[in-house]
T-cell receptor, first 116, second 114 residues
Framework: GAVVSQHPSWVICKSGTSVKIECRSL??????MFWYRQFPKQSLMLMAT?????????EQGVEKDKFLINHASLTLSTLTVTSAHPEDSSFYIC????????????FGPGTRLTVL | AQTVTQSQPEMSVQEAETVTLSCTYD???????LFWYKQPPSRQMILVIR??????QNATENRFSVNFQKAAKSFSLKISDSQLGDTAMYFC???????????FGGGTRLMVKP
């Protein structure tokens, strides 16, 4: 099956710093990628839709200036958490449907962010 | 907006037995997709089974099957011959199409006991 990677798999940072998380589709092109956030013992909540070549679409309540999304190519989307605070600590997961395909989408393994 | 509800936060089942996880949803769409995902301790999301709303036949994948009741907006997952490796969080999810964003239910933690 198709593979989506995320880097890093975990990161610890100090409050106030910025952290970049990469999501890559390894063997297919993805014009759209989705970013989800999962707090401990909770479900996945969609944060934003990343669109190659255009601005991301953010869900209600998600601060676009805090969670910067860039879809630089057909295989890479990045999520930058700016001025991170402890409440941003969470598990971030990306997913991508393969372009031109109608089957389901593929999930990355997730990135655990801990802000001290 | 769509909502997905899983009313069972936790369930347990003996190995080799059968267990059913419940899911209800709300939507005004006439065609859509429903999914069950498994999230083991590794936290990698794994697709278990998928159902297209316009198909009346319930989907099956080996030991996993669904009971899709479109009028009742119900989508339950039955796991037969439960195995220890089935222990995980299970999420029911809704999508307007198979490659679109997913709306997840709150999850059910399933424990398979030896």
């Amino acid at each position: 099956g198709a593979v989506v990677s995320q880097h890093p798999s975990w990161v610890i940072c100090k409050s106030g710093t910025s952290v970049k998380i990469e999501c890559r589709s390894l063997d297919f092109q993805a014009t759209t990628m989705f970013w989800y956030r999962q707090f401990p013992k909770q479900s996945l909540m969609l944060m934003a839709t990343s669109n190659e070549g255009s601005k991301a679409t953010y869900e209600q309540g998600v601060e676009k200036d805090k969670f910067l999304i860039n879809h630089a190519s057909l295989t890479l989307s990045t999520l930058t958490v700016t001025s991170a605070h402890p409440e941003d600590s969470s598990f971030y997961i990306c997913s991508a449907p393969a372009s031109g395909r109608t089957d389901t989408q593929y999930f990355g393994p997730g990135t655990r962010l801990t802000v001290l | 907006a769509q909502t997905v509800t899983q009313s069972q936060p936790e369930m347990s089942v003996q190995e080799a037995e059968t267990v059913t996880l419940s899911c209800t949803y709300d939507t005004s769409e006439s065609n859509y997709y429903l999914f069950w995902y498994k999230q083991p301790p590794s936290r990698q999301m794994i697709l278990v089974i998928r159902q297209e709303a316009y198909k009346q036949q319930n989907a099956t994948e080996n030991r996993f099957s669904v009971n899709f009741q479109k009028a009742a907006k119900s989508f339950s997952l039955k796991i037969s011959d439960s195995q220890l490796g089935d222990t995980a969080m299970y999420f029911c999810a809704f999508s307007r199409n198979a490659g679109n964003m997913l709306t997840f239910g709150g999850g059910t933690r399933l424990m398979v006991k030896p």
